[in-house]
């Protein structure tokens, strides 16, 4: 399975398959509401520590599940055997963050009035 990291989408073997998880706009809006963000740069700051629970590691993997249209909820996620562990659930979630709201280098190079 292709993913293309442009659109934001990541690959990673749950329940031992691959499976695509994606942070759309609809998805990040579900991680607002959820952390109680009014902002994504408040809700990129908030990830940025890199000090996630295992709450929200289900918080971020099921709103990246249904941004790339499985119907997940935390529920799910809970129940679900991510590859790698809590390690790999971790770096997943990583991976879906440094997707949506790009590396470092990226928003310092990105341009001012696109």
């Known amino acids: ?3 293309n990291r ?9 329940d031992g ?19 109680a963000s009014d902002n994504l740069a408040t809700l990129a700051e908030r990830f940025g520590g890199g000090r996630l629970s295992a709450r929200d ?4 993997l099921a709103a ?10 935390e529920a799910d ?7 790698g562990g809590a390690a790999g659930a971790a770096a997943v979630a990583a991976a879906l963050l440094s997707a949506a709201f790009g590396e470092p280098e ?8 696109p």
């Open 6 to 14: 442009r659109r934001g989408e990541v690959s990673a073997i749950i």
């Open 106 to 113: 990226e928003a310092s190079e990105a341009p001012a009035n």
């Open 57 to 60: 590691l289900m918080r971020i």
């Open 77 to 83: 996620v809970a129940a679900m055997q991510i590859d």
């Open 64 to 73: 990246g599940l249904r941004g790339a249209g499985t119907d997940a909820n």
């Open 1 to 3: 399975m292709a993913v």
């Open 17 to 35: 398959r691959e499976h695509t998880l994606c942070l759309t706009l609809g998805a990040l809006a579900e991680l607002e509401d959820a952390f």
